[in-house]
């Protein structure tokens, strides 16, 4: 059963950092692609950061780009996402999923953890 | 820069039929977005309905079905459900990694 689970999120000041890490486990980490997705409170959904399997390669939304940097340990099976200088506006739910083949879809998904950003 | 658009809201009748759709505001969407849509319920997660335009996750009921309408993506649902009512959000892939959700749906069952 594929399973994932976010930790990391809380409360920080404007400009401040944090690190959200995302535990995987009943599939073969390395081999998949994986997201990160933001749902600040009341909204929509909005694509935040992709990764390669190997990690080599990664990809942001223009709304994050520069601030935030994703990872991936796969002896681990852990993926991460680091965020810099926060704004009140990346206030939401962060979701780590599960990408199905290469990019672009997700098939599982974590239940999120909140990220609350506020002076 | 591109925007993906769904009808913020839609009615259905309990047993009735509905197609939401997305689009893009400018182009058309094809199956090279390999669009995909998502269903979710207040303080849940998201669920994977459809992806690659028409193929049903696993475990998905198969009165959902995806399809290319037009110039856009779509997601029926057909005999629809007390508990359908829910958001619904579709997902395209731009290329070069990047992936861009619509503004979702507000499915209303009654």
Same mark, same amino acid.
């Given at each position: 059963?594929?399973?994932?689970?976010?930790?990391? &999120? &809380?409360?920080?000041?404007? &400009?401040?950092?944090?690190?959200?890490?995302?535990?995987?486990?009943?599939?073969?980490?390395?081999?998949?692609?994986?997201?990160?997705?933001?749902?600040?409170?009341?909204?929509?959904?909005?694509?935040?950061?992709?990764?390669? *399997?190997? &990690?080599?390669?990664?990809?942001?939304?223009?709304?994050?780009? *520069?601030?935030?940097?994703?990872?991936?340990?796969?002896?681990?099976?852990?993926?991460?996402?680091?965020?810099?200088?926060?704004?009140?506006?990346?206030?939401?739910?962060?979701?780590?999923?599960?990408?199905?083949?290469?990019?672009?879809?997700?098939?599982?998904?974590?239940?999120?953890?909140?990220?609350?950003?506020?002076? | 820069?591109?925007?993906?658009?769904?009808?913020?809201?839609?009615?259905?009748?309990?047993?009735?039929?509905?197609?939401?759709?997305?689009?893009?505001?400018?182009?058309?969407?094809?199956?090279?977005?390999? /669009?995909?849509?998502?269903?979710?319920?207040? +303080?849940?997660? /998201?669920?994977?309905?459809?992806?690659?335009? @028409?193929?049903?996750?696993?475990?998905? /009921?198969?009165?959902?079905?995806?399809?290319?309408?037009?110039?856009?993506?779509?997601?029926?649902?057909? +005999?629809?459900?007390?508990? @359908?009512?829910?958001?619904?959000?579709?997902?395209?892939?731009?290329?070069? +990694?990047?992936?861009?959700?619509?503004?979702?749906?507000?499915?209303?069952?009654?």
């Amino acid at each position: 059963e594929v399973q994932l689970l976010e930790s990391g &999120g &809380g409360f920080v000041q404007p &400009g401040g950092s944090l690190r959200l890490s995302c535990a995987a486990s009943g599939f073969t980490f390395s081999t998949y692609t994986m997201g990160w997705v933001r749902q600040a409170p009341g909204k929509g959904l909005e694509w935040v950061s992709g990764i390669s *399997g190997s &990690g080599g390669s990664t990809y942001y939304a223009d709304s994050v780009k *520069g601030r935030f940097t994703m990872s991936r340990d796969n002896p681990k099976n852990t993926l991460f996402l680091q965020m810099n200088s926060l704004r009140v506006e990346d206030t939401a739910v962060y979701y780590c999923a599960k990408g199905r083949i290469g990019f672009g879809e997700f098939d599982y998904w974590g239940q999120g953890t909140l990220v609350t950003v506020s002076s | 820069q591109t925007v993906v658009t769904q009808e913020p809201s839609f009615s259905v009748s309990p047993g009735g039929t509905v197609t939401l759709t997305c689009g893009l505001s400018s182009g058309s969407v094809s199956t090279s977005y390999y /669009p995909s849509w998502y269903q979710q319920t207040p +303080g849940q997660a /998201p669920r994977t309905l459809i992806y690659s335009t @028409d193929s049903r996750s696993s475990g998905v /009921p198969d009165r959902f079905s995806g399809s290319i309408l037009g110039s856009k993506a779509a997601l029926t649902i057909t +005999g629809a459900q007390a508990d @359908d009512e829910s958001d619904y959000y579709c997902l395209l892939y731009m290329g070069s +990694g990047i992936s861009v959700f619509g503004g979702g749906t507000k499915l209303t069952v009654l």
